[in-house]
Protein backbone atom coordinates (compact mmCIF):
# COMPACT_ATOMS: atom_id res chain seq x y z
CA UNK A 1 0.00 0.00 0.00
CA UNK A 2 1.22 3.68 -0.75
CA UNK A 3 0.87 5.82 2.37
CA UNK A 4 -0.13 9.50 1.91
CA UNK A 5 0.83 9.91 6.11
CA UNK A 6 2.33 7.90 8.41
CA UNK A 7 -0.47 5.93 10.06
CA UNK A 8 -0.84 6.85 13.68
CA UNK A 9 -0.51 3.27 15.01
CA UNK A 10 2.74 2.80 12.75
CA UNK A 11 5.57 1.29 14.94
CA UNK A 12 9.14 2.94 14.51
CA UNK A 13 11.81 1.00 12.63
CA UNK A 14 14.05 0.89 15.36
CA UNK A 15 15.18 -3.20 14.19
CA UNK A 16 16.25 -4.78 11.35
CA UNK A 17 13.45 -6.98 11.39
CA UNK A 18 11.19 -3.93 11.29
CA UNK A 19 13.04 -2.47 8.37
CA UNK A 20 12.94 -5.58 6.17
CA UNK A 21 9.05 -5.77 6.58
CA UNK A 22 8.98 -2.35 5.75
CA UNK A 23 11.50 -2.82 2.79
CA UNK A 24 9.55 -5.86 1.50
CA UNK A 25 5.84 -4.12 2.23
CA UNK A 26 7.22 -1.33 -0.15
CA UNK A 27 8.59 -2.84 -2.50
CA UNK A 28 4.95 -4.95 -3.71
CA UNK A 29 3.59 -0.99 -3.49
CA UNK A 30 6.17 0.41 -5.50
CA UNK A 31 5.85 -2.55 -8.16
CA UNK A 32 2.09 -1.94 -8.25
CA UNK A 33 2.13 2.08 -8.85
CA UNK A 34 4.58 1.98 -11.05
CA UNK A 35 4.07 -1.57 -13.21
CA UNK A 36 6.24 -1.15 -16.18
CA UNK A 37 6.98 2.68 -16.37
CA UNK A 38 10.02 4.60 -16.25
CA UNK A 39 10.72 6.38 -12.79
CA UNK A 40 13.46 9.36 -12.75
CA UNK A 41 15.29 10.53 -9.56
CA UNK A 42 17.58 12.95 -8.78
CA UNK A 43 20.31 10.91 -6.81
CA UNK A 44 22.07 13.18 -4.87
CA UNK A 45 24.46 11.19 -2.68
CA UNK A 46 22.75 12.29 0.21
CA UNK A 47 20.94 9.50 2.81
CA UNK A 48 17.26 10.41 1.57
CA UNK A 49 17.91 10.17 -2.38
CA UNK A 50 20.27 7.13 -1.88
CA UNK A 51 17.66 5.09 0.03
CA UNK A 52 15.05 6.22 -2.24
CA UNK A 53 17.43 4.53 -5.46
CA UNK A 54 18.31 1.65 -3.37
CA UNK A 55 14.46 1.06 -2.66
CA UNK A 56 13.56 0.99 -6.52
CA UNK A 57 16.42 -1.05 -7.65
CA UNK A 58 15.05 -3.74 -5.63
CA UNK A 59 11.65 -2.79 -6.96
CA UNK A 60 11.79 -1.90 -10.56
CA UNK A 61 15.49 -2.17 -11.51
CA UNK A 62 16.69 -0.72 -14.64
CA UNK A 63 13.16 0.89 -14.91
CA UNK A 64 14.64 3.67 -12.85
CA UNK A 65 16.96 6.44 -14.35
CA UNK A 66 19.27 7.73 -11.67
CA UNK A 67 20.71 11.31 -12.65
CA UNK A 68 23.33 12.42 -10.42
CA UNK A 69 24.45 16.49 -10.83
CA UNK A 70 27.64 17.50 -9.88
CA UNK A 71 27.69 21.08 -9.35
CA UNK A 72 31.04 21.09 -8.66
CA UNK A 73 30.35 21.91 -4.81
CA UNK A 74 30.10 18.58 -3.37
CA UNK A 75 32.76 17.28 -0.79
CA UNK A 76 36.03 15.24 -2.12
CA UNK A 77 34.85 11.31 -3.02
CA UNK A 78 31.42 12.10 -3.37
CA UNK A 79 30.62 11.80 -6.97
CA UNK A 80 32.84 8.80 -7.32
CA UNK A 81 31.18 6.77 -4.43
CA UNK A 82 27.53 7.37 -5.86
CA UNK A 83 28.86 6.21 -8.97
CA UNK A 84 31.00 3.38 -7.43
CA UNK A 85 27.71 2.28 -4.89
CA UNK A 86 25.13 2.52 -7.37
CA UNK A 87 26.25 1.72 -11.11
CA UNK A 88 29.34 -0.51 -10.22
CA UNK A 89 27.69 -2.75 -7.15
CA UNK A 90 24.07 -2.11 -7.75
CA UNK A 91 24.02 -1.69 -11.52
CA UNK A 92 21.47 0.69 -11.70
CA UNK A 93 21.17 2.78 -14.76
CA UNK A 94 22.66 5.75 -13.55
CA UNK A 95 23.12 9.25 -15.86
CA UNK A 96 26.28 11.46 -14.15
CA UNK A 97 26.19 14.82 -15.26
CA UNK A 98 29.38 17.02 -14.44
CA UNK A 99 27.87 20.46 -14.17
CA UNK A 100 31.19 22.01 -12.35
CA UNK A 101 32.24 24.62 -15.24
CA UNK A 102 28.54 25.68 -15.76
CA UNK A 103 27.76 26.15 -12.05
CA UNK A 104 31.22 27.91 -10.92
CA UNK A 105 30.73 30.21 -13.95
CA UNK A 106 27.64 31.31 -12.93
CA UNK A 107 28.54 31.85 -9.45
CA UNK A 108 31.48 34.15 -10.67
CA UNK A 109 31.42 37.09 -8.84
CA UNK A 110 28.07 36.69 -6.83
CA UNK A 111 29.17 37.61 -2.68
CA UNK A 112 25.50 37.99 -1.65
CA UNK A 113 24.75 34.50 0.25
CA UNK A 114 20.69 34.11 -0.91
CA UNK A 115 21.80 35.14 -4.38
CA UNK A 116 24.63 32.04 -4.43
CA UNK A 117 21.99 29.96 -2.85
CA UNK A 118 19.74 30.90 -5.63
CA UNK A 119 21.75 30.49 -8.48
CA UNK A 120 22.84 26.91 -6.93
CA UNK A 121 19.26 26.41 -6.83
CA UNK A 122 17.94 27.22 -10.04
CA UNK A 123 20.81 25.51 -11.87
CA UNK A 124 20.24 22.41 -10.28
CA UNK A 125 16.58 22.34 -11.74
CA UNK A 126 17.77 23.27 -15.19
CA UNK A 127 19.90 20.95 -15.51
CA UNK A 128 18.00 18.27 -14.60
CA UNK A 129 14.77 19.66 -16.79
CA UNK A 130 17.73 19.20 -19.69
CA UNK A 131 18.85 15.68 -18.53
CA UNK A 132 14.72 14.59 -17.85
CA UNK A 133 13.24 16.09 -21.35
CA UNK A 134 16.43 13.84 -23.39
CA UNK A 135 15.06 10.86 -22.20
CA UNK A 136 12.02 9.02 -23.34
CA UNK A 137 8.71 7.60 -21.40
CA UNK A 138 9.45 9.04 -18.34
CA UNK A 139 6.22 8.91 -16.48
CA UNK A 140 7.31 9.23 -12.36
CA UNK A 141 9.34 11.01 -10.53
CA UNK A 142 11.02 9.60 -7.40
CA UNK A 143 11.65 11.54 -4.53
CA UNK A 144 13.65 11.19 -0.47
CA UNK A 145 10.49 13.09 0.64
CA UNK A 146 10.40 12.35 4.59
CA UNK A 147 7.84 12.76 7.44
CA UNK A 148 9.39 15.71 8.77
CA UNK A 149 9.49 17.46 5.59
CA UNK A 150 5.68 16.83 5.20
CA UNK A 151 5.46 18.00 9.19
CA UNK A 152 7.41 20.92 8.73
CA UNK A 153 5.66 21.99 5.49
CA UNK A 154 2.24 21.79 7.20
CA UNK A 155 3.52 23.99 10.41
CA UNK A 156 4.53 26.37 7.87
CA UNK A 157 8.35 25.87 9.19
CA UNK A 158 9.82 25.45 5.77
CA UNK A 159 8.53 25.43 2.02
CA UNK A 160 8.47 21.91 1.19
CA UNK A 161 10.03 21.85 -2.18
CA UNK A 162 10.76 18.91 -3.07
CA UNK A 163 9.45 18.52 -7.41
CA UNK A 164 8.93 22.08 -7.14
CA UNK A 165 10.86 24.40 -9.32
CA UNK A 166 10.01 22.14 -12.38
CA UNK A 167 9.12 23.74 -15.76
CA UNK A 168 5.57 23.68 -15.69
CA UNK A 169 5.13 21.29 -18.92
CA UNK A 170 6.84 18.89 -16.95
CA UNK A 171 4.26 16.67 -14.88
CA UNK A 172 5.37 13.47 -13.13
CA UNK A 173 3.37 11.26 -11.03
CA UNK A 174 5.62 11.41 -7.63
CA UNK A 175 6.96 8.16 -6.40
CA UNK A 176 8.03 8.69 -2.73
CA UNK A 177 9.45 5.35 -1.11
CA UNK A 178 10.71 6.82 2.49
CA UNK A 179 7.64 9.63 2.51
CA UNK A 180 6.26 7.97 6.37
CA UNK A 181 9.60 7.66 7.74
CA UNK A 182 11.98 9.57 10.03
CA UNK A 183 15.36 10.01 9.20
CA UNK A 184 16.89 7.40 11.66
CA UNK A 185 14.11 4.63 10.02
CA UNK A 186 15.57 5.56 6.85
CA UNK A 187 18.67 5.29 7.91
CA UNK A 188 17.78 1.85 9.23
CA UNK A 189 16.27 0.96 5.96
CA UNK A 190 19.11 2.38 3.74
CA UNK A 191 21.20 -0.21 6.18
CA UNK A 192 18.98 -3.01 5.50
CA UNK A 193 19.16 -2.40 1.72
CA UNK A 194 22.80 -2.76 1.79
CA UNK A 195 24.29 0.54 1.48
CA UNK A 196 27.57 1.65 3.06
CA UNK A 197 27.86 2.87 6.33
CA UNK A 198 29.39 5.86 5.02
CA UNK A 199 26.37 6.73 2.87
CA UNK A 200 24.05 5.82 5.49
CA UNK A 201 25.14 7.24 8.45
CA UNK A 202 27.09 10.77 6.84
CA UNK A 203 26.08 14.28 8.65
CA UNK A 204 23.71 16.26 7.05
CA UNK A 205 25.21 18.39 3.94
CA UNK A 206 23.92 21.42 2.75
CA UNK A 207 22.08 21.16 -0.67
CA UNK A 208 24.14 24.32 -1.47
CA UNK A 209 27.17 22.40 -0.70
CA UNK A 210 30.73 23.37 -0.39
CA UNK A 211 29.26 27.13 -1.96
CA UNK A 212 27.93 27.85 1.78
CA UNK A 213 31.44 27.20 3.45
CA UNK A 214 33.82 29.40 1.07
CA UNK A 215 32.20 32.60 1.94
CA UNK A 216 31.58 35.77 -0.50
CA UNK A 217 32.29 35.53 -4.36
CA UNK A 218 33.65 31.45 -4.91
CA UNK A 219 36.75 31.18 -7.11
CA UNK A 220 38.16 27.66 -7.97
CA UNK A 221 41.54 28.06 -5.97
CA UNK A 222 39.93 28.65 -2.35
CA UNK A 223 36.86 26.14 -3.63
CA UNK A 224 39.64 23.84 -3.50
CA UNK A 225 40.88 24.87 -0.20
CA UNK A 226 38.03 23.89 1.64
CA UNK A 227 36.89 20.40 -0.26
CA UNK A 228 40.81 19.55 0.76
CA UNK A 229 40.52 20.99 4.27
CA UNK A 230 37.24 19.02 4.93
CA UNK A 231 38.39 15.69 3.65
CA UNK A 232 41.54 16.02 5.63
CA UNK A 233 39.18 17.04 8.90
CA UNK A 234 36.80 13.92 8.29
CA UNK A 235 39.69 11.48 8.06
CA UNK A 236 41.22 12.63 11.23
CA UNK A 237 37.49 12.43 12.99
CA UNK A 238 37.26 9.11 11.45
CA UNK A 239 40.90 8.03 12.44
CA UNK A 240 40.00 9.65 16.32
CA UNK A 241 36.41 7.77 16.91
CA UNK A 242 34.57 10.92 16.49
CA UNK A 243 33.05 10.02 13.13
CA UNK A 244 29.11 9.16 14.45
CA UNK A 245 30.12 10.90 17.41
CA UNK A 246 30.35 14.06 16.50
CA UNK A 247 26.80 15.49 15.06
CA UNK A 248 28.11 17.90 12.21
CA UNK A 249 32.24 19.06 11.76
CA UNK A 250 33.59 20.91 8.43
CA UNK A 251 35.96 23.95 7.12
CA UNK A 252 35.47 27.00 6.02
CA UNK A 253 37.86 29.08 4.49
CA UNK A 254 36.74 33.08 4.31
CA UNK A 255 37.57 35.30 1.62
CA UNK A 256 40.39 37.51 3.45
CA UNK A 257 44.41 36.91 3.57
CA UNK A 258 46.85 37.21 6.35
CA UNK A 259 50.81 37.10 6.65
CA UNK A 260 52.75 34.04 7.61
CA UNK A 261 56.24 32.10 6.57
CA UNK A 262 56.93 29.33 5.00
CA UNK A 263 60.71 27.61 4.41
CA UNK A 264 62.26 31.47 5.59
CA UNK A 265 59.71 33.27 3.09
CA UNK A 266 56.85 35.29 3.38
CA UNK A 267 53.49 33.88 2.55
CA UNK A 268 49.95 35.58 2.06
CA UNK A 269 47.53 33.32 2.55
CA UNK A 270 43.72 32.38 3.73
CA UNK A 271 42.71 30.90 7.18
CA UNK A 272 40.74 28.06 7.71
CA UNK A 273 38.29 27.73 10.29
CA UNK A 274 36.85 24.66 11.79
CA UNK A 275 33.71 23.98 13.26
CA UNK A 276 32.70 20.83 14.84
CA UNK A 277 29.13 20.95 17.00
CA UNK A 278 26.72 18.84 18.34
CA UNK A 279 22.72 19.50 18.53
CA UNK A 280 19.74 17.60 18.49
CA UNK A 281 17.15 18.93 16.88
CA UNK A 282 19.90 22.06 14.96
CA UNK A 283 17.73 25.19 16.49
CA UNK A 284 20.81 25.05 18.89
CA UNK A 285 23.88 24.01 19.15
CA UNK A 286 26.99 23.53 21.04
CA UNK A 287 30.43 23.45 20.57
CA UNK A 288 32.73 20.32 20.65
CA UNK A 289 36.21 20.92 22.34
CA UNK A 290 38.62 18.99 20.98
CA UNK A 291 42.25 17.40 22.14
CA UNK A 292 45.06 19.26 21.91
CA UNK A 293 46.35 16.81 20.52
CA UNK A 294 44.32 16.62 17.32
CA UNK A 295 44.54 20.06 16.92
CA UNK A 296 48.24 20.09 17.05
CA UNK A 297 47.69 17.75 13.89
CA UNK A 298 45.24 18.94 12.25
CA UNK A 299 46.86 22.58 12.68
CA UNK A 300 50.09 20.79 11.20
CA UNK A 301 48.09 18.82 7.84
CA UNK A 302 46.16 21.59 6.84
CA UNK A 303 48.52 24.15 6.78
CA UNK A 304 51.30 21.40 5.22
CA UNK A 305 48.89 19.77 2.78
CA UNK A 306 46.43 22.25 1.36
CA UNK A 307 47.78 24.99 -0.89
CA UNK A 308 46.51 28.37 0.09
CA UNK A 309 46.37 28.10 3.78
CA UNK A 310 48.59 29.69 6.37
CA UNK A 311 46.91 29.86 9.56
CA UNK A 312 44.13 27.20 11.34
CA UNK A 313 41.32 28.92 13.58
CA UNK A 314 38.88 26.80 15.66
CA UNK A 315 34.81 28.52 15.65
CA UNK A 316 33.86 27.66 19.80
CA UNK A 317 30.53 29.88 19.23
CA UNK A 318 27.47 28.05 20.04
CA UNK A 319 23.95 28.62 18.00
CA UNK A 320 22.35 31.23 19.13
CA UNK A 321 24.06 33.85 18.60
CA UNK A 322 26.12 31.82 15.80
CA UNK A 323 24.25 29.74 12.95
CA UNK A 324 25.98 26.27 11.64
CA UNK A 325 27.00 27.18 8.64
CA UNK A 326 28.20 30.84 7.65
CA UNK A 327 25.81 31.87 5.01
P1 LIG B 1 22.13 26.76 10.15
O1 LIG B 1 23.30 27.32 9.41
O2 LIG B 1 20.82 27.29 9.68
O3 LIG B 1 22.13 25.20 9.79
O4 LIG B 1 22.28 26.87 11.65
C1 LIG B 1 21.31 24.24 10.41
C2 LIG B 1 21.50 22.92 9.70
O5 LIG B 1 20.93 22.97 8.41
C3 LIG B 1 21.92 22.71 7.43
N1 LIG B 1 21.69 23.64 6.32
C4 LIG B 1 21.13 23.31 5.14
N2 LIG B 1 20.66 22.13 4.68
N3 LIG B 1 20.09 23.17 2.63
C5 LIG B 1 20.15 22.07 3.42
O6 LIG B 1 19.74 21.00 2.97
C6 LIG B 1 20.52 24.38 3.02
O7 LIG B 1 20.46 25.34 2.28
C7 LIG B 1 21.07 24.43 4.34
N4 LIG B 1 21.60 25.45 5.07
C8 LIG B 1 21.96 24.94 6.27
C9 LIG B 1 23.25 22.96 8.11
O8 LIG B 1 24.30 22.20 7.51
C10 LIG B 1 22.96 22.53 9.52
O9 LIG B 1 23.06 21.12 9.67
Redesign the pocket.
Known sequence: MVYDRRPEDMVRITTPELAQAFIAEQIEALQKQIGDRKVLLALSG?VDSSVVAAMLIKAVGQQLVCVHVNHGLLRKGEPEQVIKVFRDEMKANLIYVDATDRFLDKLAGVTDPEQK?QIIGGEFIDVFAEEARKLDGIECLAQGTIWPDILESEAGIKAHHNAGGLPEDMKFELVEPVRILFKDEVRMVGKELGLPDGMVYR??????GLG?RCPGAITRDRLEAVRESDAILREEFAKNGLEGKV??Y?TVVPDFKSTGIRDGKRTFDWPCIIRAIN?TD?ME?TVEHLSPELMDHLVKRITTEVPGINRVLYDFTP?PP??????
Open positions: GRQPFPGPVWQFTVVKATVEYE
